[in-house]
């Protein structure tokens, strides 16, 4: 007989906000595996527990090759309990490819649930969370970062990012100028800690007030897309449009075609919309 891959959400701040469930597993599972054994300590001696079985450590350093080993433990019919810093693992944190071998081989997967900052962070936004996709963490570098952004540009639904504190101006900043400075969000930060703060806005505001320097865990909510009408959307407007995705990588051929689209508009008013801001020297 198999054994059972436990997937056990952790506190994301307050260490009171742990499910029962995790206790009861962190006691009787064959292993651990922890995304970083000396927080997992901490977690344990705040929690009152002492695991029984094997500690191992599961981060990305090593995901690849410590997933054949649990693997073979769950085939062996151990009990495999992972665990990550914070939140649920797999959701921007190790455990993917460990539910995915797991899946391939029949071995039973399921989950403790607990505390979860994206759920937490829209729920604390102040803006719509009937439909909303979480994006993870953004690219470093900034040209890839817009790109990624661009391809969301257009989307209605509530927008959910990961970010470390030392890139969220920029961050911010570059969704001001692919989204518009006005689009509303909310930035949470150290959610369910002692200095917990959703600072809420317009994108601009927001980056401006990043700026100044931000610590802490940040999570990024933003307002999907408004529906606009061709009317709507001034020749400065489609302008601004296609100059972001040519900044993107797009050429300037298909960055008309695609605004166009988006504007419900002939592609020639979008190119004369163009060459009228070069010729101004727009």
Request: glycine share 8%.
């Amino acid at each position: 007989m198999t054994g059972t891959l436990v997937l056990a959400g952790t506190p994301i701040g307050d260490v009171k906000d742990a499910p029962p469930r995790l206790v009861e597993e962190l006691a009787g599972a064959d292993v651990v595996a922890a995304e970083d054994t000396r927080r997992l300590k901490r977690l344990t001696q705040a929690l009152g527990v002492q695991p029984a079985g094997r500690v191992v450590s599961y981060f990305e350093g090593n995901e690849s090759a410590r997933t054949p080993e649990l693997v073979e433990a769950l085939l062996a019919g151990s009990r495999v309990l992972l665990v990550t810093d914070a939140g649920m693992p797999s959701v921007s944190d190790p455990g993917y490819r460990l539910v995915a071998a797991a899946v391939e081989k029949d071995i039973r997967v399921t989950a403790v649930p607990g505390p979860s900052a994206v759920l937490t962070a829209l729920a604390l936004s102040g803006l719509p969370v009937d439909r909303f996709c979480f994006e993870g963490f953004l690219p470093r570098k900034a040209g890839e970062r817009r790109s990624r952004l661009t391809e969301v540009a257009q989307e209605r639904r509530t927008l959910v990012y990961f970010e470390a504190p030392h890139r969220l101006d920029d961050t911010l900043a570059a969704m001001a100028e692919v989204f518009g400075a006005e689009r509303r969000a909310a930035v949470c930060r150290e959610l369910t800690k002692t200095y917990e703060e959703v600072r809420r806005g317009g994108l601009g505001e927001l980056a401006a007030w990043a700026a100044e320097g931000v610590r802490g865990e940040i999570t990024v909510v933003v307002e999907g897309a408004p529906e606009k009408g061709p009317e709507e959307l001034d020749a400065p407007e489609l302008v601004r449009r296609v100059r972001v995705r040519e900044e993107a990588g797009e050429r300037r051929k298909e960055a008309i075609a695609a605004v166009a689209a988006e504007a419900g508009l002939p592609k020639r008013e979008v190119f004369d919309a163009v060459v009228a801001a070069k010729n101004a020297g727009a």
